[in-house]
Nanobody, 127 residues
Framework: QVQLVESGGGSVQSGGSLRLSCAAS????????LGWFRQAPGKEREGVAV???????SYADSVKGRFTISQDNAKNTLYLQMNSLKPEDTAMYYC?????????????????????WGQGTQVTVSS
């Protein structure tokens, strides 16, 4: 059974940085798609970034150049480095895992593509 546990959220001022972590267990697949999503109050959950098992990555336009998705296979951990944070980045952030390769940019991957989700970690950016 795949389990995902996020950490690293918090409160930060505009322009600050945070690094989110997602520890994965029970995940031993060679082909996969791992991603970060976020959901602000009253809004739909949206894709932020994904990383394919071949190492390719894609980002939402709103975070390109500011966020970086990465993974440490030895630690079974997914990361999201968030720099130059803005108040509009305030949301609950979720990591997600799919058991096949992404094969598409994050903008075209529906929530149903990912079979496993973490419980979320809150990020709040104040102006």
């Amino acid at each position: 059974q795949v389990q995902l546990v996020e950490s690293g959220g918090g409160s930060v001022q505009s322009g600050g940085s945070l690094r989110l972590s997602c520890a994965a267990s029970g995940y031993t697949y060679s082909s996969y798609c791992l991603g970060w999503f976020r959901q602000a109050p009253g809004k739909e959950r949206e894709g932020v970034a994904v990383i394919d098992s071949d190492g390719s990555r894609s980002y939402a336009d709103s975070v390109k150049g500011r966020f970086t998705i990465s993974q440490d296979n030895a630690k079974n951990t997914l990361y999201l480095q968030m720099n130059s944070l803005k108040p509009e980045d305030t949301a609950m952030y979720y990591c997600a895992a799919g058991l096949t390769r992404c094969m598409s940019p994050v903008q075209y991957l529906g929530l149903g593509f990912f079979g496993y989700w973490g419980q979320g970690t809150q990020v709040t950016v104040s102006s």
